[in-house]
């Protein structure tokens, strides 16, 4: 059946309940992706500025021929024995820190979050979790309500196991050290600790993605880490969206930050689409998380899936797409410069590799955000046929987080367009 814009929206509250999210005004529907390009039911064309789960191309031919090729000789339940879940364990780990050395493959970054946490409690015996007061960690029980930002209507009275801290903001309030982030870390824990809850775990994105990716400079996280382990608590880093090479100068993130975590966990681009999230960690933890908690995952690491997600790191590596990500990512960080000059409007450019972005604001001076306006940028941008997207606190800043094979042309369209669409709207 092909149903019109119109119907899709009525059919989906019908059969899928109110309230399931859509972007735009004017919702978009698409029925093709190749590489970076999108096509809608109307046929016609849109460069993907916007997903980072289709990391090595929409539809990309590696990851499609290793799905099929297993999905036609054998998937069953994960407790068979099988090479592929091993081998892509050891070529995951293989881009980690030594420690690193042992994994859960699971379908999707909530879950492996969902674990990380469990695996902490584990470890530490006690429940208190730190996260920022602007991130999304996932839709599980435990895990959504670390969501901030967007406060489960209906609680399950978790509340006490977590605390928050404010979310690095380098435009507004300049932490270049990272040592005032590690200092409200560290009053959080004493919070837990006098509730008698206690402190097991800092659960953040080295790079701050949902919050807004703050300009925080390489090595940034290291006085937090030593923070979180001085009072024995674990560090937990969700990579789901800054991992796979994404930040471009490294692999990982938490890298990038200075430190390595004792759990990471991984989701969105791992498989390319293909459902696939992780958590990566060392051997006494999962060894305690093996024993304690019988956990067992149906779907999570059979051969379809561990096949799509080697083809995804062995694309990485044959098309050198973190190498992209960097040299793509500067020209587009010199090129917002360049819009910045011209436009007022643009407050302050963030981001490395093909994560970038820029917060607009009403006033330099007063820093006041231009949520409206960024709405009204990212639908003209939708109409001119380039897919981008908004985030952070105040929802003024642009999100441009494309799928690695991005060139340079395409970042020249995307900021011929975005030039355009600024000088009209203002
Ligand atoms: N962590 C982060 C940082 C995320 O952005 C998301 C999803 N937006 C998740 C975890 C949850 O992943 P999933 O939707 O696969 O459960």
Known sequence: MIRSTDQLIKDRARLMGPNVATFYDDPVHFVKGEGVWLWDADGRKYLDCYNNVPHVGHCNPRVVDAICRQAST?????????????????????????????AIVTCTGSEANDIALRMAEGMTGKRG?????????????????????????????????????????SYRTPDPDGTIFAQNVAKQIAALEAHGTGFAALLICPYFLNEGFPDNPDGWLKPTADVVRNAGGLLICDEVQSGFGRVGTHMWAHEKMGVTPDIVTLGKPMANGHPVGGVVTNTDIIARFREGYRYFNTFGGNPVSCAAAMAVLEEMHAENLMENADTVGKYARARLTKLQDKHQIIGDIRGSGLVFGAELVLDRETKAPASDFTDKIINAMRHRGIILSKLGRHKNTLKIRPPMPFSIDNADLLFDTLDDVLTQAL
């Open 74 to 102: 054998l998937n069953t339940h994960t407790r068979y024995l099988h090479d592929g879940i091993l081998d892509y364990i050891e070529r995951l780990t293989g881009t980690m820190n030594q420690s690193l050395n042992s």
């Open 129 to 169: 979790i730190i996260a920022t007061d602007a991130t999304y960690h996932g839709n599980t029980s435990l895990v959504s309500q670390l969501s901030q930002s967007n406060v489960p209507k209906v609680g399950f009275g978790l509340e006490q196991y977590f605390r928050f801290v404010d979310a690095p903001d």
